[in-house]
């Protein structure tokens, strides 16, 4: 087997902050420590903080007044913040800056008297808390059907916004039906889909033709992870998204095959080469370290 083992993969700038930031926090003030829902959306990760008497949590109401509160990556809603301020709770915020730019953009649409079309998947942590900013105002939808079907009185301004770990092609294909049905639709100032996922994505793209099957490391719960694996089934090759070395089923790989590893945002370097040593073992593979883009960003530790 031949394994192309592709560049850039796994953590992005923004969990890298929240994690960094969680150690820190963890390290200055002790245990226990509370955070607002995972941290990211990576078992591996979480499992690693629990074991240092760190608590996710998803409901305000069980932390004790007065303690300190870590919100995760994919920001919350006012609601929360509120619930926060009443209990006394001193927070530090994890959120990643690209997914407070969208919160930012949502508000003042809103303020503005746009309704505001928010493409991504109803439910996720990011989604919830965007909506919460103007729920009067946003309709979430994730499907160019679900677009198709959205109707406004004519003269109500309309925007849209799209969640940060979307695959580029799917929401374009839902951006082409929005512009069509409402010829004066107001894009977002800047791009919503992070740089990251897109490069993730871009990097997989260019190496399909080259590969035989593709192997994505990620949790289920990873929008980004899942966006990786549909890209790759989608040009109709074998394509598996596994959270750990346990979940790799030799029957669905051969040695005769080129196999591509790409890992989500959230997903740990040192599960991908575990994944990586238990394919060369198996299938007596070599490695090949391919970078398509270089990834240099880096931001700032929120207040801790």
């Not at 829902?37 to 078992?43: D, G, P, Q, R």
């Not at 629990?50 to 870590?70: A, C, L, T």
């Not at 939808?141 to 770990?165: G, M, R, W």
Request: net charge negative; aromatic share 6%; proline share 6%.
């Amino acid at each position: 087997m031949k394994i192309i083992l592709v560049s850039p993969r796994g953590f992005c700038a923004g969990v890298n902050r929240a994690i960094s930031a969680l150690h820190k926090a963890r390290e200055q003030y002790g245990a226990p420590f509370y955070v607002f829902h995972e941290i990211v959306h990576n078992t591996w990760v979480v499992q690693d903080f629990q074991n240092r008497d760190v608590h996710f949590i998803n409901s305000i109401e069980e932390i004790p007044d007065n303690s300190r509160i870590m919100f995760s990556a994919h920001g919350v809603s006012p609601k929360i913040r509120e619930r926060c301020a009443a209990k006394k709770l001193k927070v530090i915020d994890a959120t990643c800056p690209l997914v407070t730019r969208i919160h930012t953009q949502a508000v003042r649409l809103a303020e503005d008297g746009f309704r505001i079309i928010l493409i991504g998947h109803a439910g996720h942590d990011e989604i919830v808390g965007i909506v919460e900013e103007a729920p009067e105002a946003i309709s979430v939808i994730c499907s160019p059907e679900e677009a198709e079907k959205l109707s406004f009185a004519p003269d109500v301004p309309i925007a849209y916004l799209t969640q940060t770990t979307l695959s580029a092609e799917a929401a374009q294909k839902i951006i082409d039906v929005l512009k069509r049905k409402f010829p004066n639709l107001r894009p977002p100032k800047t791009g919503c889909i992070c740089f990251a996922t897109q490069n993730r994505q871009n990097a997989i793209r260019e190496l399909l033709p080259e590969v035989d099957a593709v192997l994505i490391v990620g949790s289920p719960n990873s929008s980004n992870s899942q966006r990786l694996r549909e890209l790759a089934s989608g040009r109709n090759l074998p394509a598996f998204l596994v959270d750990g070395p346990n979940d790799v089923k030799p029957e669905w790989f051969s040695s005769e095959q080129t196999l591509l590893i790409s890992a989500g945002a959230s997903a740990p370097e040192c599960v991908v080469q575990t994944i990586v040593e238990k394919l060369k073992t198996l299938f007596q593979a070599e490695v090949e370290e391919r970078n398509v883009v270089s990834e240099s960003l880096q931001f700032r530790l929120p207040d801790i």
